[in-house]
């Protein structure tokens, strides 16, 4: 339903990789894996840590014209960034949607609502997260908008307001779903399917919501 899949063992889930990096393994099965092919473990499954590695120790296997997202002068502010915007924004709409009492969804909806709107003012202002940078920062909070329209104001109840609503944000996401890698690596039926699919205790007739007719993209 418009995942990869597994190229390399043909698996079919991917606890199926982790018991194959340890065949005693009973934790938690996440996304993403970086797979060492040659030793055939996991090396790690946490994104920013796989980004980071990416962005430097991996640096020279990669593409030499590839812009460095972690510039070593921006560091500190790029993750000071990433660390403002993870627990209100990128988890705070996964609080929203699996608060089990009024007053854990109040308090997460408010934390949400109120990062955005600094977000959006700041974005009125800069092109970036950290000025005219693209960074990690970017990478970071654009997996939550991307998805925040077509699913978690629906889906999550983050319903106050929408991406396409704030000016500054909706320009923001705008330009970056006009970078070829942004666009090309967001599937957003597979998105969709997956989110309205896979948590039965929120929706248990997996009914997939009608998508906004009006977006902060065109996907």
């Known amino acids: 339903h418009g995942s990869t899949g597994d190229q390399l063992y043909n698996c079919r889930f991917l606890y199926e990789i ?5 065949p005693d393994y009973t934790g938690r ?3 993403p894996v970086l797979w060492d092919k040659k030793r055939e473990t996991i090396v790690n499954n946490e994104s920013r840590e796989i980004m980071r590695m990416f962005d430097h120790a991996f640096a020279d296997l990669g593409d030499p014209s590839a812009p460095d997202l972690a510039p070593l002068d921006l560091l500190a502010d790029i993750d000071a960034m990433i660390d403002a915007n993870y627990e209100p924004v990128n988890n705070g709409v996964y609080k929203c ?3 089990t009492t009024q007053e854990a969804y109040d308090e997460a909806i408010e934390s949400l609502f109120s990062r955005l709107d600094e977000l959006d003012a700041l974005l009125q202002r ?3 997260l950290i000025g005219d940078t693209l960074t990690e920062a970017d990478i970071c909070l654009y997996t939550t908008l991307v998805r925040f329209d077509p699913v978690y104001a629906i889906h999550f109840k983050c ?3 929408r991406i396409v609503d704030y000016p500054g944000l909706r320009r923001y996401l705008h330009d970056l779903w006009q970078i070829p890698a942004f666009r090309e690596t967001t599937n ?3 998105i969709r399917r997956h989110y309205y699919w896979s948590h039965e205790s929120i929706n248990p007739h997996r009914i997939v919501a009608a ?3 009006v977006q902060a993209i065109d996907a």
């Open 18 to 22: 982790y018991t194959r990096a340890a």
């Open 29 to 31: 099965v996440t996304v």
């Open 97 to 99: 949607g699996f608060a």
């Open 126 to 128: 800069q092109q970036w």
């Open 159 to 161: 319903s106050r307001r």
């Open 188 to 190: 957003m039926a597979h």
């Open 211 to 213: 998508a906004p007719a």
